[in-house]
């Protein structure tokens, strides 16, 4: 069909041939100009996205929690949900921002940050990992530096900088173990809540007419559908306060070890380009 032949077309930016389809009113980059446009606006993307997007999840969880004490039952179970959909957002958030961080010189951090999807496979890996891998390791792999390194790594920073880099840093080594210790189930829980997200779940107060089980009075459940399994998944979370605000403190270690592998490396970032000024 003439309408879905491709034509002859230029990058607008390095004017390699390329083909676009017809009905592109606007001419576009070759994948190469692309990649190097996200490329130069990665430390500047890491920096925004550490301003406000990383700590939104904890923030919209806090203020569930807060809201919980003065709203009747079935808003509860809205709040509570809403808080579990915070801590998968920032689950799948830390394990995309690793992913990324380690495919740095390979592709632009913000395409591969951007791009990426929790599922099974990395759940599974990401927290297999952490209670696996010796700390010094997956900090190397993320090209970021232990405590007793920061001296020699980062010579320029002033002895305050480098105290407030290295509590940091230890605060969130501690964050990491405590991620690991949650485990496979926990693992698998949040691959399957991310999926159902993404394939539009149902909130539901009862589950007994799909399962014969049911929930108690006191949960709340997701509906979603596996399609490859041909199954109907149901994730029941409690409403409990105490249960929830355990949720809500690791939605916070989560973000707080997002925030700090983001300052972290745009610390590695900075002292780099102070290196080649000399």
């Known amino acids: ?58 923030i919209i969880a806090e203020t569930c929690l807060r809201a919980l004490v003065t709203e009747s039952p079935p808003a ?39 791009g990426f999807r929790l599922d099974r496979a990395s759940a599974l890996a990401f927290f297999q990992e952490l209670a696996s891998t010796p700390q010094v390791d997956v900090m190397a792999s993320l090209g970021l530096p232990m405590p007793d390194q920061i ?14 880099l290295k509590r940091a840093i230890v605060q969130m080594l501690g964050d990491l173990s405590r991620t690991g210790e949650m485990g496979e189930g926990v693992a698998l829980a949040l691959a399957q809540a991310s999926g159902e997200a993404r394939s539009g779940a149902a909130i ?30 149901i994730t029941a979370i409690s409403v409990d306060e105490k249960r929830l605000q355990n949720i809500v403190s690791v939605i916070g270690a989560m973000t707080n070890i997002s925030s700090t592998l983001i300052y972290a490396t745009l610390t590695v970032h900075q002292e780099r380009e102070r290196r080649k000024k000399l």
């Open 151 to 164: 001296a020699s790594r980062f010579p320029s920073l002033s002895k305050g900088d480098a105290r407030d």
């Open 76 to 114: 509860r179970k809205v709040l509570a949900m809403s808080i579990m959909e915070q801590y998968v957002q920032a689950a799948g958030d830390l394990v995309g921002l690793v992913h990324a961080l380690r495919q740095r010189g390979r592709q632009p951090i913000m395409r591969a940050f951007l």
């Open 1 to 58: 069909m003439p309408d879905q032949a491709s034509l002859e077309a230029t990058c607008r930016d390095c004017a390699r041939p390329l083909s676009f389809h017809a009905g592109e009113t606007q001419p576009a980059p070759c994948a190469e100009c692309f990649d190097g446009f996200m490329r130069a606006r990665d430390i500047e993307f890491l920096s925004s996205y550490a301003e406000l997007g990383v700590t939104s999840r904890r």
């Open 204 to 233: 539901t107060k009862q589950s007994a007419w799909l399962d014969d089980i049911g929930l108690k009075p006191n949960q709340v459940a997701a509906i979603g559908i596996d399609e490859q399994r041909r199954t109907i998944n």
